[in-house]
Every structure is written in C-alpha cells, then in structure tokens.
C-alpha cells in the first residue's frame, strides 16, 4: 500500500517522504480503530481509507502547494473547514510541512478524535479549532479547503470570509460546479469524475 501511496502522489507532483507515508497510514489505522463508534466512514477496509478519503486529500494538497508556489508563498496557512475526521486537512498538515493547518470542526467527539489522532500521528503543523466557521470572524487563512459541508452556493459566503486577501478557496465538489476555476480528477480506487473548484481573492 505504501507504493500505491508513493506513485499516487508522484502522479500529482505531491513528495513525500517515508515518514509521511508512514504517518498517513497509521492515519488511516487510527480512522479504522473509531470508524464503527463514531461513524467516520463505511468503507471495508483500511486500504479503502487510503485510496478513497486520504488520497482525496493528497489531491486537494497538491493543488494547495501548486497554489503557493503560485504565489511565491514559502510557508503558508491553511483552514479545512468543516473538517469531520480530517480526511482533507489532516492529510494536508502531513502531506505539506510548511503549511499552518487549522481544523475547524463545530462536533466535539470529532474535535476529540482529531486531537487524538494528532497526537498518535505526531504532527506538529496542525491545530484543532472546535467552532462552526462563520461564528468566529477572527479566523483567517491563506487557503481554506472544504468537503462535504454542503451546496456551494451555500457554503461559499462563509468559506471566502475567512480566505485572506491574495489567497484562494478550495471547495472538494461530486460534480462540476460551472463556477471559479474548475480541476477534475480521480481516485485510484475508482474511475469516477470528481472535481476541485479554486476561487482566488485578490490582494486588497
């Protein structure tokens, strides 16, 4: 499995080193340990957990890193909004050592997973904020990324708020959205179309 991670993320242009993947892994033992007591998944397996929900997050982090190359951008923030069991932003803040990654989750046994899970996989990059974005204006980032949280007609007011000036939203979207900056990509577990949508902020 380890391989398939590699060669997954070479495929995105995304390194990684022995430890991440390692770290990634052991990840996705810590979902399989809590998937049944605090409903985190249906998948089958723990390899499903690696092709399906952490390499959507090695997706969303390369483009997130493609992003700050962009902008010239050596260490950056980031903001997973709605974060749930840290599928996109925990496997970001392994994935991309110079970013500050922020999970914003408003349920507290999933805060509670998430900091245990931190704590297991010993990342130091990352923090778990137990709040429902929006509530919180002091919450700004570069980049915030988002999965699942609902329609994006929806959810994007709340979602650009907290995306600094000369920064970017990026929302995970089941089909295309006809809206921002359009990416579409699949996963090694599947075939089917999926799409990530950047919606960049200019500087002030």
């Known amino acids: 499995m380890s391989k398939k991670l590699l060669d997954f993320a070479r495929s995105l242009n995304l390194p990684l080193c ?7 892994e052991q990840y ?20 499903e957990i690696l092709l399906r929900h952490i390499c959507d997050g090695l997706q969303g982090a390369a483009l997130v890193r493609e992003l700050a190359a962009r902008r010239e951008m050596e260490e950056f923030s980031l903001l997973d909004a709605g974060s ?6 925990l496997t970001m803040a392994v994935a991309l050592p110079a970013a500050q990654v922020m999970l914003v989750e408003s349920l507290e046994r999933r805060c509670a997973f998430l900091n245990w899970a931190v704590m297991r996989l010993g990342v130091q990059n990352v923090a778990v904020k137990r709040v429902r974005l929006g509530e919180n204006k002091q919450l700004q980032s570069d980049f915030v990324t988002e999965r699942a ?10 979602c650009w708020e907290a995306v600094k000036p000369g920064g970017a939203f990026v929302a995970y979207q089941g089909a295309s959205a006809q809206a921002g900056n ?10 089917k179309e999926r799409f990530l949508v950047v919606f960049e902020k200019n500087e002030k």
């Open 18 to 24: 022995a430890q991440q993947v390692a770290q990634l």
């Open 182 to 191: 359009e990416r579409s990509y699949t996963l090694p577990w599947d075939e």
């Open 84 to 89: 749930g069991a840290g599928y996109i932003g």
């Open 149 to 158: 949280m609902g329609p994006l007609e929806e959810i994007f007011p709340v």
């Open 28 to 47: 996705a033992q810590c979902i399989w340990e809590k998937k049944e007591m605090l409903n985190l998944t249906s998948v089958a397996d723990r390899n």
